[in-house]
């Protein structure tokens, strides 16, 4: 049978339509095949320096209340403060020494497992029963740091909410951009804009000393060699603050801290786990340079910290700008807070050893290249001068405390040291 010309048109027709209808069905599956794998659809994203991106309870009048309570300032001339990363190890010890002597104390801390969080959680029950509330939110979400500056006018923000430890940068360099830059140009966004705008002292690191080979470290050398992405995000941060101090006037003192240990402390921080590992048995890695040099830090003690980052506080002038805009220059400062004697590594695990009463299994490494420098020492004498600092716990003393408190609080076998 002849097919009319008009019905193979007709069936040409519907075969292409139909074949456009199957071609159509496959590339929609496609993508949507696609964006349902794509990594930035997923709600929960195992990147850690995502981590802080939950999102958090925060607003509503009893919680302002709360806010309020804890930032209301209950002495003559005291200041009130907004003290970022305040369930960290530093930001515990200086948000309890500032409600002691009757300062407003508001805390902020995105509570992040980069090491067990339960430590953090005990920590802000410690700040609680002393009338710290911490409320729980990123410095990189600025609905929420506007908010804290709606609610009250701080005269202070002390700034500690980082990404911290040398060696964890390789294996998460996003956490350090997320937290130590982006997380900093927020929080400065922010204070920039308050009004009034408070003076902001934050924590920078030796680390920013690099490769550097001139003993003791002083303020004026240089900080352009970098040995870890951690100390080239707290370089950066150095010259973020003098960005915004130089266009809006904000009033910004950066400490440079320099192994700081003691109790409550960093489970991530050597000191901390060779007490864990000694105490279990297990063997720990000593770190020494090349032709067997000695691997030295100037440990510095929590309580002479403290002491620096109050008198930083205190000596911060006002800054000057308001609603954005600067109106003159203002302070801008940088100081060493370390202990000026160094100590070797092999040292450290001595006095541990008869801390504890136990022999420590020791494996001598070659120190590795993942950010480590070989040794700190810290020039104080510009604190010493500006701030009257004056550390006064040698490493022995100091590591005596952090021992007695390691014990009682993991006693029993209670809580295990992550
Ligand atoms: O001073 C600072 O700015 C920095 O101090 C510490 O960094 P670090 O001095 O490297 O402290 P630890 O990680 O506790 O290391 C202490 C010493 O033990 C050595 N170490 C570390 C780990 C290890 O397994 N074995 C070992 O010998 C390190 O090389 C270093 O000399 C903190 O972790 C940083 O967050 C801080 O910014």
């Excluded at 929609?28 to 958090?56: A, E, K, V, W």
């Excluded at 309580?303 to 302070?331: N, Y």
């Excluded at 022999?359 to 604190?383: C, E, Y």
């Excluded at 001068?385 to 004056?390: A, T």
Aim: aromatic share 12%; net charge positive.
């Amino acid at each position: 049978m002849d097919k009319s010309p008009y019905i193979h048109n007709r069936l040409r027709w519907h075969s292409s339509l139909a074949k456009l209808t199957f071609w159509s069905f496959m590339f929609l599956g496609l993508i949507l095949i696609f964006f349902f794998r794509s990594p930035s659809s997923n709600p929960l994203p195992q990147d850690p320096s995502r981590r802080s991106l939950r999102t958090y309870n925060w607003g509503g009048p009893a919680w302002e209340k709360r806010v309020r309570s804890s930032a209301r300032i209950r002495s003559r001339n005291g200041i009130s403060v907004l003290v970022t990363g305040a369930a960290g190890f530093v930001g515990t010890h200086v948000s309890a020494a500032l409600k002691r002597r009757g300062d407003g104390v508001l805390g902020l801390d995105n509570f992040n497992d980069y090491y067990d969080p339960s430590l953090k959680r005990a920590r802000q029950a410690l700040l609680e029963r002393s009338g710290v509330f911490i409320v729980e939110g990123d410095i990189n979400d600025s609905a929420l740091l506007r908010k804290l500056f709606e609610v009250v006018a701080f005269t202070h923000v002390m700034h500690l909410a980082a990404q911290a430890g040398v060696r964890y940068a390789m294996e998460n360099p996003g956490s350090y951009v997320h937290s130590n830059i982006a997380g900093f140009v927020n929080l400065l966004e922010v204070c920039k804009s308050a009004n009034p705008q408070p003076a902001i002292v934050w924590a920078s690191s030796s680390s920013v000393y690099g490769l550097n080979t001139k003993v003791p470290f002083s303020e004026r050398d240089r900080t352009d060699q970098p040995a870890s992405l951690y100390a080239a995000t707290k370089k950066a941060g150095e010259e973020i603050a003098h960005t915004y101090n130089h266009i809006y006037g904000l009033s910004l003192t950066g400490l440079r801290f320099f192994t700081v240990y003691g109790p409550w402390g960093r489970p991530d921080m050597a000191y901390f786990f060779f007490t864990r590992d000694i105490l279990k048995g297990k063997s720990i890695s000593i770190f020494e340079a090349a032709n067997h040099g000695t691997v030295a830090r100037d440990f510095t003690y929590i309580d002479d910290i403290v002491k620096g980052c109050l008198a930083a506080l205190d000596t911060a002038e006002k800054s000057t700008g308001s609603g954005g805009k600067k109106k003159g220059p203002a302070q801008l400062r940088v100081f060493n807070l370390g202990n000026t004697s160094p100590v070797p590594v092999s040292d450290l695990v001595s006095i541990l050893e008869r801390l504890l009463k136990v022999n420590a299994k020791r494996n001598i490494m070659k120190l590795p290249r993942n950010g480590d420098v070989q040794f700190t020492h810290a020039n104080i004498s510009l604190a010493q001068r500006e701030l009257g600092y004056k550390p006064s716990t040698d490493l022995q003393t100091g590591l005596k405390k952090f021992v007695r408190w390691y014990l009682s609080y993991y006693s029993g076998g209670k809580k295990a040291a992550g």
